[in-house]
C-alpha cells in the first residue's frame, strides 16, 4: 500500500495539472498536496491535487469537459467536489476543487507546507501512516480513520501558527 517516495511524483503531478487545465480552466492554481508532495516521504502512489475554483459553479461548468477526459466525480468527501483518475481500476489522481473564498484555509494544504517545513512531524505522520495500513489490515480500523488523530494533531499546530480557527480535519 504505501511505497518508497518516488522522484518522478512531482512531473507526474505537473503533467496531471496541465491535462486538468486542459480540460477545465488554463487559468486554474493548481497545487500538489498529499503525502506524494512530501519529498522523501513514504506514500500511496497517487497523486492528490488542489484545485483552486471561484465557486461550485465554476467546477460545475467544466464537470462535464473533465469526465470526457477520465475523470469521475468520487470520495466521501462532504465539504469540496472530489474527482477520481484511474488506470486499469487503479486510482492514479485524485483532485479535490475548493473555493477560492476558503482556499487559504485548506486544511491539506496547510499540513504539506507545514509537514515540508517540520521534519520531526513528517516523521510521526509516516509512521502513523504506517500503523495505519497495519490497524486496516487487521480489520481494527480503516487506513483514513487510523491516521486521523495525528492528522488532527499536526493540523491543529499548524492551523494554530498562522492564526486560524481549529477545525475538525474529517469530512467524510
Not at 512530501?38 to 465554476?58: F, H, L, S, W
Amino acid at each position: 500500500m504505501l511505497v518508497p517516495y518516488d522522484p518522478s511524483w512531482p512531473a507526474q503531478f505537473e503533467q496531471a495539472a496541465a491535462g486538468l487545465r486542459d480540460s477545465g480552466d488554463p487559468d486554474w492554481t493548481i497545487e500538489h498536496i498529499g503525502s506524494t508532495a512530501i519529498p522523501g516521504m513514504r506514500a500511496k502512489p497517487v497523486i492528490d491535487m488542489a484545485v483552486r475554483v471561484t465557486d461550485a459553479a465554476e467546477f460545475e461548468r467544466h464537470r462535464a469537459s473533465l469526465e470526457r477526459d477520465g475523470w469521475r466525480l468520487g470520495s466521501a468527501v462532504r465539504s469540496h467536489p472530489v474527482m477520481i483518475l484511474e488506470s486499469d481500476g487503479t486510482r492514479t489522481h485524485i483532485a479535490h476543487f475548493f473555493e477560492a473564498s476558503a482556499w487559504d484555509a485548506v486544511n491539506q494544504r496547510i499540513l504539506r507546507d507545514w509537514l515540508r517545513a517540520h521534519p520531526d512531524d513528517a516523521d510521526r505522520y509516516v509512521h502513523a501512516k504506517c500503523d495505519a495500513v497495519a490497524a486496516a489490515a487487521r480489520g481494527t480500523a480503516s487506513y483514513n480513520a487510523a491516521k486521523t488523530p495525528v492528522i488532527q494533531e499536526i493540523v491543529d499546530r499548524a492551523r494554530t501558527a498562522r492564526g486560524l480557527p481549529l477545525v475538525e480535519v474529517s469530512d467524510k
